[in-house]
């Protein structure tokens, strides 16, 4: 069963944008933080950005100033904002939410969605 879905990757070039969107089932609750990982291929999975409730958020460097996490409590969805794209910005894209699951407390993964980024 999926927890969270990713959606909004594709093609772009250099320089373009995309926004990512991560919905959350309905059945996590009381969820803390929400955050963004990617991963290319032969490379480590990379943090990017995280939201936390009340408001904070913290980025990687390599996206400080071109991303923007944002989230929507009303709909449990995280978005991320990818503006001024760079081929090195080219990975699949993950999701995150650690919150409940009726009552096991744990970070939820979604299943990624790819962006690639052409010269």
């Known amino acids: 069963q999926v927890q969270l879905v990713e959606s909004g990757g594709g093609l772009v070039q250099a320089g373009g944008s995309l926004r990512l969107s991560c919905a959350a089932s309905?059945?996590?609750?009381?969820?803390?933080?929400m955050g963004w990982y990617r991963q290319a291929p032969g490379k480590l999975r990379e943090w990017v950005a995280i939201?936390?409730?009340?408001?904070?958020?913290n980025y990687a460097d390599s996206v400080q100033g071109r991303f923007t996490i944002s989230r929507d409590n009303t709909k449990n969805t995280v978005y991320l904002q990818m503006n001024s794209l760079k081929p090195e910005d080219t990975a699949v894209y993950y999701c995150?939410?650690?919150?409940?699951?009726?009552?096991?407390?744990?970070?939820?993964w979604g299943q990624g969605t790819q962006v690639t980024v052409s010269s």
């Open positions: 995150n939410a650690r919150g409940y699951l009726s009552n096991l407390y744990r970070t939820y």
């Open positions: 309905a059945s996590i609750s009381n969820i803390n933080t």
């Open positions: 939201s936390i409730s009340g408001g904070t958020t």
